[in-house]
């Protein structure tokens, strides 16, 4: 196993903050087990419900990401799989937030208004590891709720096409800021290779996040991550792909949140042809009709949706050359 | 119990096409048990897979509703409560098509392009009212899936706002085309009243649909569909909402699709606090970690998001006056 | 000569508020030079910077519009064509103002936020005929300017089709609320005919207005207008068309704005390539190199683009069988 | 004078094709006249009716630009004038042309669709610069069109934030591919300063361009360009603007095109609020009077909206220091 992190002694201004143009820190080999840890969105900055992010934070050093990983035999044209073995809160805490002009229901700086902000608050939730619960209690009044904790990871990408280097605030082709909860342990994610080694990334930790992440900030905390990366080779992918035990995904990440669902609903016809042999168009109308949508983000730069369909559908046919179930097994051996 | 639906062997111009701007078909008391039946969205007029919808429809009597039932008391400024008892495919069969410039991944009359149309195709499913399955059959392939039977009602609604009329292939407020599959048996869907006795109407039965309905076309069918209407008057709702025994719903329709999250989640974050008591800044921060957002369609005039909480959440908060469970007992108490 | 217009001293509530829906109020004959008046925006309530339109307005009542017009002859399949001879402001003064939750720079019902609305406030412009020029001043320092008076009708149309009612606050394929500043006097628009007798009305005048109507409200006042109705028979359009002197354009309505930009540059491609014999395809090239495409308004229940072709490029081709000229003498004979 | 270009002979891959990323090609002063040259956006590979842009262009070498120019003094804070001496096409021909997946009025990688690509085809113009034409001919009929000579640089810009990297065809808050026609000689455009000496580059000239660049291609042509470079000092701005001898002009780059048109309307609202010393409400009232709004472009990744006001409404307010008219100043003498 490689167990490699951030340094959480080191300068912040020399954390990953984008995904493209930083150096590999580490290399890894295909199959390997690895162990990290990432740091909160906030860089750890925001720790009471007195620390207000716009206050406490610099904005040029959000969302640091534990990377970028150098896969050896990654090369354009292949897809890199990300094997979620285990996603675990550092803490026993998580927090939230309104940030000045983030958030779905609030004027931004792209959907630009004459508004004042809304108020900037912080909630600190109690991340109850034992009983998996996020303890949450309101500000103003004494309400209170027990939700199921569900870690996952909000950024997971590699270095983007084109030469362009990308803030881990944005999501996009290349994966990055796509915040959805499907994310989590047991997950494989399927990423296109732009650059040789990939350069894959992940950060943003989330103990639970609600579909849609309405205000834009999930409870966030530091996770303890045990991963594979592996490498399917001369297949290549245009879009981040994901796959359960139970399902096979798509996304999606654009604006309007319309094309964001155009694009993953494409993507989604187009694979299911390939796997199950059908015609685009029996595809699309199968498609159709078992489709599952779960919005993963109405908030960053670009919007994410997320396309399901269930493999008990299809027939058993196979995505990804088995990758998926490979390192599934990989990973119980490695538990074992 | 009352027994209404649409004379089948009526005029097709004589049938209701649209929410408003129709005389009331027949007068209802709130919470009598009302069973009817609605044809499907063309009309009965796609029955084989040589039919082509844009042949064999006109396209001014697309998408017949059975209504509207004028309800006794119920007057603007009242919510209406229409709790769904049994919704059931009256045939064995059912219909999906792809429709030229209709659908989510197609240039429209709306997102104008300069493509010619994706070819016109028709499926017939079979309904397997026993075994409770949708049998697929691709067209070009010999892959086929049996899917689960999940039947529902992609269009209910009232008269709008306003004095308009709209098609009976639009949502908005007034409800109409929403095309959730959530609209099933066991749910109650909460409505605004615009007009003395609210004018509600229902058809376009799905004998299943993805989220979003991809292509615009769910497995369409007849149905026999046992519901009742009741009042909950003096509270007024902007935005059609739903309950069923797990969850509370919001709704939004509009375009771009992101303006629908945003409907449906402010919706949310307003009604939760209400219901807990919580601040507006309080409930924004709970919905944002409890939300479910399944996309409802991407196909109609305008798109339709559906926001779920968990009442498992709420502490026991009762939504409409509790109307939900008194309906749910009616309906039970019924069938004994 | 046709003199009618609404009567001043009736009921407000008896005033026509939609599209569709509404008895003809009186009958013309093509051709015909006829006189009206029309109220502004607010039904004539807002007269002074302490009247707040949500306060002394109704808002069932918004936007009254004279008409409709029964034409006769015309007939589903027909353009209507519809000159403005002259449209005159008939007070020195107009109105302008902020209302809660409407414009381009606030949240809206729509664009659902958790925004306090913006500050409500009321400005009145003083309209010097005789100069020629609006008068602006500010309301919280001494600024003032004088811009040139350029009268218009932000609101124009006709029954909608599929038996739909529409309020008069809406744009769309009927026309309707387009609010764009090209819609004035010398200019036809042509409107695709729906029902028999097309039932055009017509309202909202505005001293002057700003591409986009960024705050959703434009220097408002009453208007005498001068205009004639033709019927273009056989020819129908899908969108509302203009016609000057010196250009040809389209509109589209919908949302998102890029929607409304597609719908009028397809109409446009393919009005250009009808009118010059251009295949599809260098229609497409043609347009790409020549258009104008001032927006109309970012602020109504749909967003309006206009896409304008100077005449001088066409070689000649004449539009809608050369109505526009036919209709550009007529008025000066009249004139004489 | 100081001329510099890129060179002509070098391999295509060490051209510029990005914002940031790319080590400064030359250092100048500012205030001082710069003499260079652009190639087209195609690189020079399509020169014939018979060139097909997907055949002979690698994707990766799109729209190359000359620079980066490292403007000394400029400084995170400051903001670049770019003012525009002379724009003149090279040769005598430009070339446009449909290119698969890309445009308007046509599926793309984003808007994601399960169409056929449009038909490529490309058209060479003829330049008259004696004429100051630019000479269309239909591929398909023998209409022809001569239409106005009007050259500009479609793209402009400086190094992104956030450490940011993006490619030369997306516009956005540094500039890049804003395609607006706008962007001719004689106008200053101004550009946040994001790192020491901003590293501006250009390219991307078109002889002519319709509003919205609806097929995605104007008429592209190599540039011979003279230009200034400036720096108003500590006068930091959010997106770019441009001034001419009669408008000052803000632009906003983003999707959807509503939250583009907001972007420059909020721009403007607040410029001119600091210009005039109105309050913002006042300035949002009379912006809303008084905008004209040239759509840039619909096409790229991301879509642009120009929101212009007359100087002659400002009662001889003077922007960013009067910079536009000093350097008007700057050139005449220059020319002189």
């Not at 610099?58 to 354009?76: H, I, K, T």
């Not at 285990?86 to 803490?91: A, C, F, K, N, T």
Request: aromatic share 8%; proline share 7%.
């Amino acid at each position: 196993m490689l167990n490699w992190g951030p340094d959480p002694d080191a300068d912040p201004a020399t954390y990953t903050y984008t995904f493209g143009g930083v150096e590999p820190a580490v290399q890894v080999r295909p199959g390997q087990i690895i162990s990290t840890w990432t740091m909160d969105c906030f860089g750890g900055r925001v720790r009471a419900t007195t620390d207000m992010a716009s206050q406490v934070c610099d904005p040029r050093m959000l969302n640091p990401q534990s990377g970028p990983f150098y896969v050896e035999g990654a090369n354009p044209g292949d897809t890199l799989a990300v094997h979620f073995v285990s996603i675990e809160p550092r803490q026993g805490w998580g927090v939230s937030s309104t940030v000045p002009f983030f958030g779905s229901l609030t004027a931004t700086p792209t959907t630009a208004m004459l508004h004042s902000a809304l108020t900037e608050r912080t909630w600190i939730y109690e991340l109850d590891l034992v009983e998996r619960l996020v303890r949450y209690a309101a500000a103003d009044t004494d309400f209170t709720a027990a939700l199921p904790l569900d870690p996952m990871h909000g950024t997971v990408g590699v270095a983007p096409p084109l030469g362009e280097v990308r803030s881990s605030l944005t999501p996009g082709d290349w994966g990055g800021n796509m915040d959805t909860p499907e994310m989590r342990a047991g997950v494989t994610c399927y990423l296109p290779v732009h650059v040789p080694g990939a350069l894959f990334s992940l950060g943003d930790g989330h103990a639970r996040q609600g579909e849609g992440e309405t205000c834009g900030v999930a409870v966030e905390c530091e996770m303890d991550t045990v991963f594979m990366l592996d490498v399917v080779a001369g297949a290549p992918i245009s879009w981040p792909r994901l796959e359960s035990d139970d399902f096979i995904m798509t996304t999606g990440s654009a604006r309007p949140l319309e094309d964001a669902f155009r694009i993953a609903h494409q993507q989604m016809v187009l694979w299911i042809a390939e796997l199950t042999g059908q015609s685009t168009l029996d595809s699309y109308q199968f498609v159709s009709q078992t489709a599952l949508t779960p919005i993963a983000n109405v908030v960053d730069t670009n919007y994410t949706v997320v396309c399901k369909i269930a493999k008990a559908h299809l027939r058993g046919a196979v995505a990804a050359a088995g990758m998926h179930d490979h390192m599934r097994r990989k990973a119980a051996a490695w538990r074992a």
